[in-house]
């Protein structure tokens, strides 16, 4: 591996696997058992544990702690994974912890993620690929984040809950329920407040599957209608718009309740 692309007092444990493009900046610290995709940069005072994989092309700032063992006091050391993908941002002073063997024994975030500085993703999350963490966002264990949702800042996940695509918090919330995909949430404890219509623009959603999407939200939080009247209407609903499946997907695989 040429020199210069690890500085000098960095510390590279002799069984982490580094491809030759690989950037380690001053003071950083990988250790056993990690291996680092081409095109990856870490820069200083970055620690980094395994057992942890990480993919290519992954911009990783100062001060972050990757791959520590899971805040959970059933850990026993059993050899768990942090699996991070490609074309990930991940800021300052963030935390990754690894898996536990309670439940998938893995802490997977996608790819082309942009995680902003001070997020913390705890053992067992599962983080799909182009969402956005803003500042500060706190993820218990056992969290699913959906493709392309945005946590605003500060915002708090209790353990087990999911978040669907497309979903949009406001800074300070606080989530112990379910939100499903396409939902503006907010509040302490979040509550649903209309649909994300600006990120389904900018993703190139129809104005029609756009209108089609807020009738669907209608369905679920205006009409009056119990979960399971809810449920059958948004089947039927499907049939004419592909993009409610999403929903109806989300809906079956609910364990803690929705936002409501």
Not at 23 to 43: H, L
Not at 209 to 234: F, H, M, P, V, W
């Amino acid at each position: 591996m040429p020199a210069s692309k690890i500085h000098p007092t960095a510390i590279i444990d002799a069984t982490a696997e580094l491809d030759s493009s690989v950037e380690i900046g001053p003071y950083s610290i990988v250790g056993a058992n990690v291996k680092i995709d081409a095109g990856t940069r870490v820069a200083g005072h970055v620690i980094i544990n395994g057992p942890t994989i990480i993919g290519k092309n992954n911009h990783i700032f100062q001060y972050s702690s990757l791959g520590e063992a899971p805040q959970d006091k059933k850990y026993k050391d059993e050899p768990t994974l942090l699996e991070i993908g490609d074309n990930n941002t991940i800021r300052e002073f963030c935390t990754f912890n690894r898996g536990t063997i309670q439940d998938k024994g893995t802490t997977k975030i996608g790819n082309d993620n942009w995680i902003m500085a001070y997020v913390h993703i705890a053992h067992d999350c599962q983080i799909g690929n182009h969402t956005i963490f803003a500042n500060n966002t706190s993820l218990a264990g056992h969290v699913d984040i959906d493709d392309y949702a945005i946590l605003g800042g500060f915002t708090l996940i209790h353990q087990f809950c999911k978040v669907g695509s497309h979903v949009i918090t406001a800074v300070g919330s606080v989530v112990f329920k379910d939100i499903p995909p396409y939902v503006t949430a907010a509040g302490y404890d979040a509550k649903p407040h209309g649909i994300n219509a600006e990120g389904l623009k900018r993703r190139g959603f129809s104005a029609e599957s756009i209108l089609q999407i807020k009738r669907a939200y209608k369905a679920l939080y205006r009409n009056g209608l119990t979960l399971d009247e809810a449920k059958i209407e948004l089947a039927a609903m499907q049939k004419t718009t592909p993009e409610i499946g999403l929903l109806t997907d989300f809906l079956k695989i609910s364990t803690r309740g929705i936002v409501r």
